[in-house]
């Protein structure tokens, strides 16, 4: 099968969904892309990469900081465009390079609103990977070494994070099943599962526009 299709993965903290999404890559012989997309996104507008990463999937709403941050940070019309705050600039970066990554062919791309970027995309497929509060705790006690208190705090204040981000930015509902073309519980299927799912889904939705 030749792969033309660029993969979007939405996923709840914990899920798996940075696991799912490499692996499923790897295995279609595809671009992988997460927080490789910062770091291009810098590249080619000018703001620093820190900044991405201090506001990755965050919906910074405040002016201040903007105006508090030195110019020869920003770049990307920062000396033009005061009016547009920090979290503006970023996520239009982003969407910059989301689209330009695109252009190049098939890949899977995970978070950054990306399913809302490339929507209307005849070669999309957009998944949104989820599991429940217990599953994804148990993932963050395991793989950063928290508490179980913590790693609850922790899911629950990215999961918060993440739905500000995609809510402010985009005129679509994190998370709601009606802006994906597939979800699944990765907490029943678990990763292999998941990249399986996919795939197939991939192959029918290929097969069918041909």
Not at 184 to 198: E, L, P, Q, T
Request: hydrophobic share 35%; charged share 25%; glycine share 8%.
């Amino acid at each position: 099968m030749i792969m033309n299709s660029i993969i979007t993965i939405g996923r709840q903290y914990g899920s798996q969904g940075h696991a799912i999404g490499e692996k499923l890559a790897k295995e279609l012989g595809i671009p992988f892309y997460d927080k490789e997309i910062l770091a291009k996104a810098s590249k080619e507008s000018g703001i620093c990469q820190e900044l991405f990463e201090q506001n990755d999937e965050r919906a910074s709403s405040s002016f201040f900081y903007s105006l508090v941050m030195d110019n020869s940070y920003l770049g990307y019309g920062a000396n033009s465009n005061w009016e547009m705050h920090l979290g503006q600039k970023i996520f239009l970066a982003q969407f910059d390079s989301i689209k330009d990554i695109a252009t190049k062919g098939a890949c899977v791309i995970v978070g950054r609103c990306s399913d809302y970027v490339l929507e209307g995309y005849d070669n999309l497929v957009s998944v949104f990977i989820h599991a429940d509060l217990e599953y994804r705790t148990k993932v963050v006690m395991e793989r950063e070494g928290l508490s179980e208190k913590k790693a609850l705090e922790h899911v629950m204040r990215t999961d918060k994070e993440r739905r500000s981000y995609y809510n402010y930015y985009t005129n679509n509902r994190w998370g709601d099943l009606n802006n994906y073309h597939l979800t699944i519980d990765s907490s029943i299927a678990g990763i292999d599962g998941c990249v399986d799912i996919i795939k197939e889904f991939v192959n029918v939705k290929e097969n069918k526009n041909e």
